[in-house]
């Protein structure tokens, strides 16, 4: 009978990609609402309301901008089709969008006309609104051809670049060059001015790949579609030049582009997206949640950048579920239990609003609004690769602490058996835990959770003790 150590050296987070027998114990093949900064484990944050004031109307809130002023930074919200900023401590109706907003996806894009701040908001339905911080206007003119009904917007090289008209879901419109009288409002001719002028151009030719989204990286303009990816590069009409971009991702939702410097990031269905600048491609470690994103929906994805972590949000038939990718420790975890419409990050936090109608900062306070946060975290099901050999557990050691005696619930699971232990983890650091145990089996795994939303801390990883021996016929 030969004795043996089960170590968990450190907590990582969510794999997927290889079978639970395969991984390292410092993944989980299930885990929600942990946090594994510094190698520990620990119940994660909550949310608290960022505004008191609930968010008025009816309609759910499904879209989330800051709108940046020298005065007063306003937040943004879209609630079915009512568009609410809040000022002067209330929310203000500032827009009805007359169609009602049937895809929920307005696209967002801040910019300067005639010295004014200018928030621009586009649905795909209804022309260009602008909104100057106290009323929202209508963009534009038939005169200016820039009446358009577009879905897509982005800054790039002092230009306001479009796409997403339903009359031309190919077509790339671009503004004048402000300056000399000229503003982005307007989209048409400069008489014998070529580079300063307005215009369009068809990106592809195909009926079945309409553009999707685009984004503005400092030396670039990239142009999603349903199909493909392309890029406009140059800095004038007279050497604009369109390209389409070597890319194997799936189709990616605008709202879930996310940048950090001149990298892009997106969650497609198929995984977690990057674009380096030259091409793009699936992460290295894209499919260690492949499983989840099968179960899920991508196509509403939101998506923010917080503090070197990436955010995306998930829908599934049951519940929604956001996406946490540490880049710096490339780890994957996530959070469920509370709805989400949309999330916004500034300032170095990460904002939601969901169907409560508040608007919420993330990563603060021990609950979800008041709601228990459930979290547990399950270690591989494995044989050590030793089918035959029997493995009697002897104990179980850990180091931790509970917040205000909050119970950690351990269970030991051999050959599907399950034995759970309700401990109280130690005041001290450097205190150890041991929990006798006397189960056996072929195969096991652990799992850790919290109890009525409590939270607790496990430092140092953990250690499971047992013996192993062959039975003899």
Not at 322 to 342: C, H, K, N, T, W
């Amino acid at each position: 009978m030969a004795r043996k150590l089960y170590k968990i050296d450190s907590f990582i987070g969510i794999d997927q990609d290889e079978a639970e027998n395969a991984l390292k114990p410092a993944y989980s093949p299930d885990a929600c609402n942990m946090d594994t900064a510094g190698g520990d484990l620990a119940v994660a944050k909550g949310y608290i309301r960022h505004i008191p004031h609930q968010i008025p109307g009816v309609g759910q809130p499904h879209r989330l901008f800051l709108f940046r002023r020298a005065g007063q930074d306003q937040p943004i919200v879209a609630a079915g089709r009512e568009l609410y900023a809040y000022k002067n401590n209330a929310w203000i109706l500032i827009h009805t969008f007359e169609k009602g907003l049937a895809s929920n996806k307005l696209d967002f894009v801040q910019a300067q006309i005639d010295g004014v701040d200018y928030l621009l908001i586009a649905s795909g339905e209804d022309p260009i609104v602008k909104y100057n911080g106290n009323s929202a206007l209508s963009f534009g003119s038939e005169q200016g051809q820039s009446n358009k009904p577009v879905q897509y917007l982005a800054m790039y090289r002092d230009r306001l670049f479009a796409a997403g008209d339903p009359s031309y879901p190919n077509r790339l419109y671009w503004s004048q060059l402000p300056g000399s009288g000229r503003t982005i409002e307007a989209w048409g001719d400069v008489t014998d001015t070529v580079n300063v002028s307005g215009g369009h151009a068809e990106v592809g030719d195909a009926a079945g790949d309409p553009i999707l989204g685009l984004y503005a990286l400092s030396n670039q303009l990239l142009i999603f579609k349903k199909r493909s990816l392309y890029r406009l590069i140059g800095d004038k009409p007279g050497n604009f030049t369109i390209e389409r971009v070597d890319a194997d991702v799936e189709q990616a939702a605008h709202t879930a582009l996310v940048a950090q410097g001149d990298v892009l990031y997106f969650l497609t269905a198929g995984g977690l997206c990057c674009f380096n600048g030259v091409n793009a491609g699936l992460l290295s470690d894209a499919r260690r949640i492949h499983k989840t994103l099968a179960a899920m929906d991508a196509s509403n994805c939101r998506g923010a950048l917080a503090r070197n972590k990436l955010y995306f949000t998930l829908s599934g038939p049951e519940e929604d579920m956001l996406v946490e990718y540490d880049l710096f420790r490339r780890a994957y975890m996530f959070r469920r239990g509370f709805s989400i419409g949309d999330i916004a990050a500034w300032d170095g936090r990460l904002y939601m609003v969901n169907d409560a109608r508040y608007l919420y900062r993330f990563d603060e306070g021990d609950t979800y609004d008041g709601a228990d946060i459930e979290a547990w975290w399950n270690t591989p099901l494995t044989d050590l690769y030793d089918k035959g050999g029997v493995k009697a557990m002897r104990s179980l050691c850990l180091r931790g602490q509970s917040q205000q005696d909050a119970a950690l619930l351990a269970e030991v699971c051999i050959d599907g058996v399950i034995t759970t232990h309700r401990l109280l983890l130690p005041q001290h650091p450097w205190e150890v835990l041991e929990v006798p145990l006397c189960n056996e089996g072929r195969t096991f795994r652990l799992a850790f959770s919290n109890e009525a939303g409590g939270r607790f801390t496990l430092t140092g990883g953990v250690e499971l003790a047992f013996e192993t021996w062959r039975r003899v016929e």
